[in-house]
Structure formats: C-alpha cells, structure tokens
C-alpha cells in the first residue's frame, strides 16, 4: 500500500491552524469497521510519537488541538492552532496490510 | 511507564552480520508483539519487522526477507534483529516499537547502523 502526503513542507505561524493530507493507493477500511490509518509526529532529534490511530481517535495524552478524519483512501490531519511544540515531521501510517507503510512525511515549521 | 532500550548498533561491513537488542520494560512484555522500524540517515521512516507476542508470526519487509530474522527472549523482556549480508542501505537509525490495539504506541530512542566498508 503506497501512502502519499502532501504538502511536504508547511510554513506555518504559531497560533493558526494547518491542515495535513495522507492518501492510501488501498482502501484502509477493514471487515471488522475499523480503519487502519495512523499519525505520528517525530519531533526534532527525537522518536516518533502516536498522535491519532484508526483515523480518528486521539492516543493518550495528545492535546485536542490535534484532529484526525477522513476514510476510505483520503486522510486529513487538522491542528487547530498550531504551537512551538508542534514542529516537526507529521507522518501517515496504513496498517491494514503487510508491510505497514509509511508515508513520506510532512514537515511542519514556523514562518 | 513503558521503557525501549535498543542496543548493538555500530559500522559494520558490507556482506557482514550484526544482532540488535531490544530491553523492554514497563509493561507485560508477554502480551505484546514487537516491532523494527529504521530511518536512514536524513529520510522517512520503513518498518522492518514484527513478532507476535506469542513468537508464533514475524512478517518482514520485502526488502529485508531472508536476510533479517527477528526473535524474542521472554524471560529477558528482549527482542532482536539478526541482520546478515548488510549492505549500504540497511544504513539507518532502527527503533524497537511495541505494537497495541493501538497500533505502534511506543517507540525506543534508536541505534544507529551503518553499513560501509
């Protein structure tokens, strides 16, 4: 399953909003309901983090600035006002089938 | 809380082996499967590798079949990546990730391979 976000790069300002897009060249939608598209961000220097799994749901601890929607093949991850913490590389993640995959990643940093 | 220490990196020549190490701790290793991802140096994230909690299923990615083999030590709270006929491209950063509902909800700091002569 080949996984493609756009844009690569976004110059944002802090306190506005931006918006992030993943799609699948599979539909992620599973038998079982559930759709297996995952978030992460991999701040500067360090180890990815979950953000938002099964295209939707907030993971432990991830501010509600951080929305995920979208089904089928075309994704969307929506920070509302984006804050210094929040740079860094957002990347897109199918695992419906194997081998997960990845997307390209998106990097996010301040204008 | 949930702890990923990944170890056995280092400059490795091409054609040659070399085994990572994963200690785990923080949560009941037993009922968890286990990943590898890897970064090259400047680029996007691959998976590599996964062990159901059980050891009963590893699946590989394509590029890595044959060459790679991924284990686990319950009684250590360990998993490994056995790595043989390295080449250039197997160059990267490797994480050690624990799988959940979830998906991967847990990632260690890396350790860094390189392949060169």
């Known amino acids: 399953v080949v996984m493609t976000q756009t844009p690569l790069s976004l110059s944002v300002t802090p306190g506005q909003p931006a918006s992030l897009s993943c799609k699948s060249s599979?539909?992620?939608?599973?038998?079982?309901?559930?759709?297996?598209l995952d978030w992460y961000l991999q701040k500067p220097g360090q180890s990815p983090q979950l953000l938002i799994y099964?295209?939707?749901n907030r993971f432990s601890g991830v501010p509600d600035r951080f929305r995920g929607s979208g089904s089928g093949t075309d994704f969307t991850l929506k920070i509302s006002r984006v804050e210094a913490e929040d740079v860094g590389v957002y990347y897109c993640?199918?695992?419906?089938?194997?081998?997960?995959?990845f997307g390209q990643g998106t990097r996010v940093d301040f204008k | 809380q949930v702890k990923l220490v990944e170890s056995g990196g280092g400059v490795v020549q091409p054609g040659k082996s070399l085994r990572l190490s994963c200690a785990a701790s923080?949560?009941?290793?037993?009922?968890?499967?286990m990943h590898w991802v890897r970064q090259p140096p400047g680029k996007g994230l691959e998976w590599v590798a996964v062990?159901?909690?059980?050891?009963?299923?590893?699946y590989f990615t394509d590029s890595v079949k044959g060459r790679f083999t991924i284990s686990r030590d319950d009684s250590k709270s360990t998993v490994y990546l056995q790595m043989h006929s390295l080449r250039a491209e197997d160059t990267a950063v490797y994480y050690c990730?624990?799988?959940?509902?979830?998906?991967?909800?847990?990632w260690g700091p890396g350790t860094l391979v390189i392949v060169s002569s």
């Open positions: 599979q539909n992620l939608l599973h038998s079982d309901g559930k759709t297996y």
């Open positions: 923080g949560f009941t290793f037993t009922t968890y499967g």
């Open positions: 990730a624990k799988d959940s509902v979830a998906g991967i909800d847990s």
């Open positions: 993640m199918q695992r419906i089938q194997l081998p997960w995959t």
């Open positions: 099964e295209a939707s």
């Open positions: 062990i159901s909690d059980d050891a009963s299923q590893k």
